[in-house]
């Protein structure tokens, strides 16, 4: 919205950006903040990249800028995608699972037979059935400042309509 602009369509367009930042612990702070220290401009329709794609691509950089580190990303819904699929493995990436999620069991061994080999198990069921049907254990955490006891299940398994064959860990909290 913007009230200056001409006309009767009070709307203003400005730039989309997507950020890469470090949480870090500052001394004089009593939270965490998170220091920009890379960037990039979504352009419309332009057919160049996706946020999904230039973040993945932000994310790499700052992987080979800091080799032997960790990089956790977290993100919401909107940062999943086949674009993601052979992350480094320094990196792993958090975000939130779609609700209609189709989730699979881990591929079985190899049989030993000839052909191709099962790149995933067994459809599991709905993450409404999963959250009924797995087993919850209490956990202590500190979000939003408080510590709290919340109830988590555990489930490895493959997303494979995001990541492919590669393994994710689904945390189901209530």
Avoid: M
């Avoid at 965490?32 to 994310?59: E, I, T």
């Avoid at 067994?122 to 979000?143: D, Y």
């Amino acid at each position: 919205h913007d009230g200056s602009a001409q006309g009767d369509k009070k709307i203003g367009y400005g730039n989309n950006w997507v950020i890469a930042a470090i949480v870090v612990r500052l001394p004089f702070l009593d939270r965490p903040v998170a220091l920009p220290v890379g960037f990039a401009l979504v352009v419309k329709n332009s057919g160049d990249s996706s946020r999904l794609a230039l973040a993945r691509r932000l994310v790499e950089a700052l992987a080979v800028a800091l080799p032997g580190r960790r990089i956790d990303v977290v993100a919401d819904s909107a940062y999943a995608g086949k674009v993601l699929r052979g992350l480094p493995d320094s990196v792993t990436w958090t975000t939130r699972l779609r609700s209609n999620a189709s989730l699979y069991e881990l591929a079985p061994r190899r049989t030993g037979k000839r052909g191709r080999p099962r790149l995933k198990g067994a459809k599991l069921p709905t993450l409404a059935k999963l959250a009924t049907n797995t087993k919850f254990t209490p956990v202590t955490v500190t979000r939003y400042g408080t510590t709290t006891t919340v109830s988590v299940a555990v489930i490895r398994c493959l997303w494979y309509g995001v990541f492919g064959p590669q393994a994710v860990q689904v945390v189901l909290v209530r």
